[in-house]
Each structure stands twice: as C-alpha cells, then as structure tokens.
T-cell receptor, first 110, second 115 residues
Framework: KNQVEQSPQSLIILEGKNCTLQ??????????LRWYKQDTGRGPVSLTI?????NTKSNGRYTATLDADTKQSSLHITASQLSDSASYIC?????????FGTGTRLQVFP | NAGVTQTPKFQVLKTGQSMTLQCAQD?????MYWYRQDPGMGLRLIYYSASEGTTDKGEVPNGYNVSRLNKREFSLRLESAAPSQTSVYFCASSEQIRHRSYEQYFGPGTRLTVT
C-alpha cells in the first residue's frame, strides 16, 4: 500500500534549538518528495521538492534530506524561531497523484 | 497576485442541505484540485481538473460534484450534506499536472461543519 508516515506526531522545542522531523514512505513508483509547512488555519506552503537523485536540499534554515534506497526523508530546522510553529507535512508524488503524510505538529516556545 | 482564493471561509450546514464552495486562482495555472483535510489523516484528493474542460475523480469523490467554470475557477458542490463531510476543504492549483516537479499552491481553506 502506498503510504507516507511521519514521526513524531508532535514536538515541542525551545526557541533557538534545532530539530529533525522524519518521513518514511512506501510509495512506488516514486517521482519526487516534498515538504510543506502549514500554519494553523492556513493552507500548506511548499518548503522543498526533491527528486530521487537529490540527497539534500536547503531553503534557509530548513534542510531536507532524502535516502531513496531506504525510502526515508528528514527535515532539519536550524535555530528555530517562534514562527516555525506549524505542522510539517511530507508529501510523495506517485504518477499524477500526491500522497500526503499526516504531519508533525511543531511548537516552538520562547 | 492573490494566488488561490476560496469562499466562504467558514460554513455550517444542516444534514441534507446543499452548498457550493468556490475557488479561483490568478496564476494562469492549467490544473486545479480539491482536497479535504481531517484530523489524524493526510490531505485526500476529492476531484481534480487537469485542464480547462476536464475533471476527474480523486481518492474520495463520493457525495461531491465539481465544475471547472473556466481556467480560473473550480467549484465543489455538496448536493446533500452529511455529517461525514465535516472537514476543512482546500483548493489548490498548479501549472501542469503532468510536469515532473509541478508545484501545487493551496488556498486558505474552507472549514465546513455539517450538523
């Protein structure tokens, strides 16, 4: 079954700390993987898109990694800010469809 | 540019009532999508329109109909609302569904409650 699983479900960190969110997928065939940020009450906004040939991709303080062999991805947030409080959703493309994970809810406290 | 806009932002319906959710994009995108988001579940595709004049079922189409009114607008209709349709609905658009790395842009969502 084509699935995208994320961990942890929720995470609380202090401002300025780093954190890493995990994504495991069983989607096949795989076209690309993307990470979205969804603020409360808003629609998802894309952070990165990675194809199977890309191992690492950065967008400011966000760095995504991809291991297509083990079907794992991670999103690392450096020097967290209060504005990073949001849900982070891992999404895998299969053919013309996007398969969404359930997200990790990140809360950053001062 | 406003991007993707949705109306209304909130709606409460009684079981059996009907309503239409409106979506418009100003990015000249060819493809548009309707998703629903429920607690503990990933976004699920209801219907999509690869290009003006075409619509196709997604993962959870039962109980919904769509209309691609023109290139800008894509509406979602609930003919007879049921409590199971209580959800947050997102519209999205992208340049071309078959492009390898097409980016989807999402609207702000409509929170629908069916009592």
């Amino acid at each position: 079954k084509n699935q995208v699983e994320q961990s942890p479900q929720s995470l609380i960190i202090l401002e300025g700390k780093n954190c890493t969110l995990q994504c495991n997928y069983t989607v096949s065939p795989f076209s690309n993987l993307r990470w979205y940020k969804q603020d409360t009450g808003r629609g998802p906004v894309s952070l990165t898109i990675m194809t199977f040939s890309e191992n690492t991709k950065s967008n400011g303080r966000y760095t995504a990694t991809l291991d297509a062999d083990t079907k794992q991805s991670s999103l690392h947030i450096t020097a967290s800010q209060l504005s990073d409080s949001a849900s982070y959703i891992c999404v895998v493309r299969r053919a013309d469809k996007l398969i969404f994970g359930t997200g990790t809810r990140l809360q950053v406290f001062p | 540019n406003a991007g993707v806009t949705q109306t209304p932002k909130f709606q409460v319906l009684k079981t059996g009532q009907s309503m239409t959710l409106q979506c418009a994009q100003d990015m000249n995108h060819n493809s548009m999508y309707w998703y629903r988001q429920d607690p503990g579940m990933g976004l699920r595709l209801i219907y999509y329109s690869a290009s003006e004049g075409t619509t196709d079922k997604g993962e959870v189409p039962n109980g919904y109909n769509v209309s691609r009114l023109n290139k800008r607008e894509f509406s979602l209709r609930l003919e007879s609302a049921a409590p199971s349709q209580t959800s947050v609905y997102f519209c999205a658009s992208s340049e071309q569904i078959r492009h390898r790395s097409y980016e989807q842009y999402f609207g702000p969502g409509t929170r629908l409650t069916v009592t």
